[in-house]
């Protein structure tokens, strides 16, 4: 069975562009999350989606920060424009029924 | 507001070492503990998952335990390897479905 899909891996930009990440969870499961985690650091919840609705953004800024999920399967997160605080690492997971929480790799982001 | 903490926050032992990694809590008030391990570059990887009537769960070398009164629970490592150098992060479950996680002890484990 695939993991959850994080792409890109990397990304290095300048400040105020606009940046975009990808996720694409297990098959099967309902449930997706974003968390941003700073070098050092845990992660902190982003967004958290239980199919195509976000039924907790509490946590997501969003004067920059959007999140969409179509048709309940991969998501995508967004910034713009990005700042220098924006450096970090975004990971994605996914859940179905179960408490357990499904990792993806993550994407390094770097704002120069 | 919920905080987590882990002691301590880096730890290098020689193999073969039995080792205790602690996390702290600030309110009882959770759903259950997890334990988690990141390798560099890497996602998460869930390890155990204490649910909050539970006091202890236990997979191969590896043994958590849970006191919910106290705030605390901590992971037993026996005869520690080389391939067990990671981040290990505790995150209770709060709400009822948000993870809050702890900064996370960084283990290294040298031959």
């Known amino acids: 069975e695939a993991g959850v899909v994080q792409s890109p891996r990397y990304k290095i930009i300048e400040k105020k562009q606009p940046v975009a990440f990808w996720c694409n969870p297990i098959?099967?499961?309902?449930?997706l999350y974003w968390y941003r985690q700073n070098l050092g650091q845990g992660p902190e919840l982003l967004i958290r989606?239980?199919?195509?609705?976000?039924?907790?953004d509490s946590q997501l800024p969003k004067d920059r920060f959007s999140a969409e999920r179509l048709k309940g399967v991969d998501s995508t997160l967004k910034i713009q424009p990005a700042e220098l605080g924006d450096s970090a690492v975004y990971l994605c997971?996914?859940?179905?029924?179960?408490?357990?929480?499904?990792f993806g790799p993550g994407t390094r982001l770097t704002v120069l | 507001k919920q905080e987590v903490t882990q002691i301590p926050a880096a730890l290098s032992v020689p193999e073969g070492e039995n080792l205790v990694l602690n996390c702290s809590f600030t309110?009882?008030?959770?759903?259950?503990l997890q334990w988690f391990r990141q390798d560099p570059g890497k996602g998460l990887t869930s390890l155990l998952l204490?649910?909050?009537?539970?006091r202890e769960q236990t997979s191969g070398r590896l043994n958590a335990s849970l006191d919910k009164s106290s705030g605390r629970s901590t992971l037993y490592i026996a005869a520690s390897q080389p391939g067990d150098s990671a981040t290990y992060l505790c995150?209770?479950?709060?709400?009822?479905?948000?993870?809050?996680f702890g900064t996370g002890t960084r283990l290294q484990v040298f031959p």
């Open positions: 997971a996914s859940s179905s029924a179960t408490d357990t929480q499904y």
């Open positions: 098959s099967g499961h309902n449930t």
């Open positions: 989606y239980e199919n195509e609705e976000a039924v907790d």
């Open positions: 309110d009882s008030a959770i759903y259950n």
């Open positions: 204490i649910q909050s009537s539970q």
């Open positions: 995150a209770v479950k709060v709400d009822t479905d948000k993870l809050i």
